[in-house]
């Protein structure tokens, strides 16, 4: 019965995210459209959290710090340079970074990561911030780029796909098994020769070069960045949520915390803006002692109880 | 015959406790030798610093013609020597045969995927535990998580392997069955360090025997002299006046 449920939306997944590709972006307008690009974005950033914090189990907070680089690439490069030149900066941008952080991190395990990675995206927000103030002088800035909706929207969905596709190959390469041992035990790994601190920086800086060229895309959408927008450690937060909610063991699992909470943080945004984090923290608690490995494995467990009650019915 | 793994004046300190104190020893190939002490005289420690887990304080470590003093524990493996762990470590949520494939995937002479089915197999069946392949390690009794664990090793295809109280918790026909197992394991090459405590094992098995007592080592020799050496007596059983 569970094997039916996961394998139905295993089955089910591809076929929704092949529809959304499917459907022109210029067919949906305005508000429809304007939902769709931040699923597709959080759709990126979820499972590009997941690709690495899932079978590692290395929490990281620093979605944020790469997002923002990506954001702040594209305000500062967007103007004088080819889109696909600005993209690529984005990504080497993330990637260094990653690749730094990640070296720093190297010996630093569970909630050191986490308060790590959590004061990472702080202290990026303080550095631009004093760039943009003593050099730029003013703290927010302008990205006029023509680049419409519909066009951002494809973009991401093109980086949605691509990341599927290197998730799911990775998902079945010997990296992807190292990661999971690493995950399991760290000094099993080390002791059947995983180089531990490689794979672990490599698979970081994969993960964050996903998230700066989401970040680098959405920006022309803004018109206005200032560190604040860019950095907000509320993105970290969601992004960790969604992808905990819809379940990181499963390929498509972190798509589907972002397809149901998308619209929930959405509507919650606008009618209890002050209140937002308190929900988060909810809806964290629910994940934690309800149903800690996500909501897709949580419904094949409630399906299996019903299957096995009707069978003693019977 | 030659010198396998060779241990040079090596000392490890943990802030002011000094673990191991200034050991030195060597190895040949296709010995079996003992490991003994007291608890807490150092002798996991020293397995800890020949498979990478620690590094010296001072002194070196040689494995045949390479200092391997200062390399990691990935980096050992990859030369050749493999250990099992005390207290048992096994990766709970994989399968037996899981668990021998992921030590199979990152050496040199291993195998990933298809390649690797029938080298599992084959692993398994070595241990006694190709009838479990598809049990969860989590599963599994005591004696069968040390099985795992001792294929797991020798899925690394080590030329040195180190057991650290392998032969610890078993009992009657079990132990005659793992005694028998390492023995079988020397035929095909193997050299071996064994940390343990079971004396009859340690007849049974070892060539030559260290001991160490209190970080230093106190005796080496050939196994029967060693523990009737009054030094190793008085050491684990403390002396006659005390």
Same mark, same amino acid.
């Given at each position: 019965m569970r094997s039916v449920f996961v394998g139905a939306i295993r089955r089910g997944a591809p076929a929704v995210i092949i529809a959304a590709v499917a459907v022109p972006p210029i067919l949906?307008?305005?508000?429809?459209?304007? /939902?769709?690009?931040?699923?597709?974005?959080?759709?990126v950033?979820?499972?590009?959290?997941?690709?690495?914090?899932?079978?590692?189990?290395?929490?990281?907070?620093a979605t944020v710090a790469f997002y923002g680089v990506g954001v702040y690439t594209a305000a500062l490069l967007g103007g004088s340079m080819p889109w696909a030149i600005v993209l690529l900066a984005a990504a080497l941008s993330g990637a260094t970074l990653a690749i730094l952080a990640g070296m720093l991190t190297?010996?630093?395990?569970? /909630?050191?990561f986490v308060i790590f990675t959590f004061s990472l995206s702080e202290l990026l927000r303080q550095i631009v911030t004093w760039y943009e103030v003593n050099v730029h002088r003013s703290v927010g800035r302008y990205v006029f780029l023509d680049v419409a909706p519909a066009h951002i929207y494809s973009q991401l969905l093109g980086l949605l796909a691509l990341l599927l596709a290197l998730a799911w190959l990775l998902r079945r390469s010997r990296m992807g098994l190292a990661l999971r041992i690493i995950g399991a035990d760290l000094v099993v790994a080390n002791h059947i020769g995983i180089d531990t601190a490689k794979v672990r920086v490599?698979?970081?800086?994969?993960?964050?070069?996903?998230?700066?060229?989401?970040?680098?895309?959405?920006?022309?959408?803004w018109t206005y960045v200032d560190p604040a927008i860019a950095f907000s450690q509320t993105i970290s937060f969601e992004v960790l949520i969604m992808a905990l909610f819809g379940g990181v063991q499963l390929l498509f699992g972190p798509l589907i915390g972002v397809a149901s909470l998308c619209l929930v943080f959405e509507y919650l945004s606008i009618q209890f803006p002050d209140q937002l984090i308190a929900f988060l923290g909810l809806i964290y608690l629910l994940i934690v002692y309800v149903m800690p490995s996500g909501i897709v494995p949580a419904c094949s467990a409630v399906g299996q109880v019903l299957a096995l009650r009707e069978k003693a019915v019977a | 015959m030659g010198n396998m793994?060779?241990?040079?004046?090596?000392?490890?300190?943990?802030?002011?406790?000094?673990?191991?104190?200034?050991?030195?020893?060597?190895?040949?190939?296709? &010995?079996?030798?003992?490991?003994?002490?007291?608890?807490?005289?150092?002798?996991?420690?020293v397995l800890n610093m020949i498979s990478g887990s620690f590094r010296p304080t001072s002194g070196e470590i040689w494995y045949k013609a390479t200092n391997i003093s200062r390399m990691r524990a990935h980096d050992i493996v990859q030369v050749g020597i493999a250990r099992t762990f005390q207290l048992v470590r096994v990766l709970g949520a994989f399968t037996c045969a899981q668990n021998v494939a992921a030590a199979l995937a990152f050496h040199p002479g291993g195998a990933f995927g298809r390649a690797?089915? &029938?080298?599992?197999?084959?692993?398994?069946?070595?241990?006694?535990?190709?009838l479990k392949a598809d049990a969860l390690a989590s599963d599994l009794t005591y004696i069968d998580l040390k099985r795992l664990e001792l294929a797991r090793a020798l899925a690394l295809d080590p030329s040195v392997l180190l057991l650290d109280e392998w032969l610890a918790g078993l009992?009657?026909?079990?132990? @005659? *069955?793992?005694?028998?197992?390492?023995r079988s394991l020397r035929t095909q090459g193997l050299t071996i360090l064994l940390v343990e405590h079971v004396m009859r094992a340690i007849r049974?098995?070892? @060539?030559?025997?260290?001991?160490?007592?209190?970080?230093?080592?106190?005796? &080496?020799?050939?196994?029967?002299?060693?523990?009737? *050496?009054?030094?190793v007596v008085t050491s684990y059983l403390g002396s006659h006046d005390a």
């Open positions: 949906i307008d305005g508000y429809a459209l304007s /939902v769709a690009i931040n699923v597709a974005q959080y759709g950033m979820a499972t590009a959290w997941a690709m690495f914090s899932g079978p590692t189990r290395y929490v990281s907070l190297l010996r630093l395990s569970g /909630v050191y490599l698979l970081f800086a994969f993960s964050a070069i996903f998230m700066s060229t989401a970040g680098a895309i959405i920006a022309p959408r | 793994l060779g241990l040079c004046h090596v000392s490890k300190s943990f802030g002011g406790l000094v673990a191991v104190d200034n050991v030195s020893f060597t190895i040949e190939e296709g &010995e079996i030798v003992g490991l003994l002490g007291p608890n807490g005289s150092g002798k996991t420690t690797a089915v &029938e080298r599992i197999e084959r692993l398994l069946d070595t241990v006694g535990l190709v009992s009657g026909t079990e132990l @005659d *069955d793992g005694i028998a197992l390492i049974a098995l070892c @060539d030559r025997c260290i001991v160490l007592s209190s970080a230093v080592k106190i005796a &080496e020799g050939a196994t029967g002299d060693v523990l009737s *050496d009054p030094r």
